[in-house]
């Protein structure tokens, strides 16, 4: 999430960064639906990073609730279970 913050604030790409992307929110998926476009090479190469930036906080995201939904299954089934 920083180094896609970091890429966004230091490249002209469109997006305004005043406030941090929502990770699970309409920014991230702005940003990892974009499509290659015919840029000059480096303000492409840097939307390509935003990109697959993008695309990996949605992915990080969507494991995290996953984790965190097995977690609470195995605490709940665990015999710890009462004392939280």
Do not use: C
């Given at each position: 999430?920083?180094?896609?913050?970091?890429?966004?604030?230091?490249?002209?790409?469109?997006?305004?960064?005043?406030?941090?992307?929502?990770?699970?929110?309409?920014?991230?998926?702005?940003?990892?639906?974009?499509?290659?476009?015919?840029?000059?090479?480096?303000?492409?190469?840097?939307?390509?990073?935003?990109?697959?930036?993008?695309?990996?906080?949605?992915?990080?995201?969507?494991?995290?609730?996953?984790?965190?939904?097995?977690?609470?299954?195995?605490?709940?089934?665990?015999?710890?279970?009462?004392l939280i």
């Amino acid at each position: 999430m920083n180094a896609l913050k970091a890429t966004l604030r230091v490249s002209d790409l469109g997006i305004g960064v005043r406030h941090p992307p929502d990770t699970q929110g309409a920014d991230i998926a702005f940003i990892a639906g974009w499509r290659t476009r015919s840029d000059e090479l480096p303000v492409a190469v840097v939307r390509q990073e935003a990109i697959r930036l993008a695309g990996r906080t949605r992915s990080l995201a969507a494991e995290t609730t996953l984790y965190k939904t097995h977690i609470f299954a195995l605490i709940k089934a665990s015999q710890a279970s009462p004392l939280i």
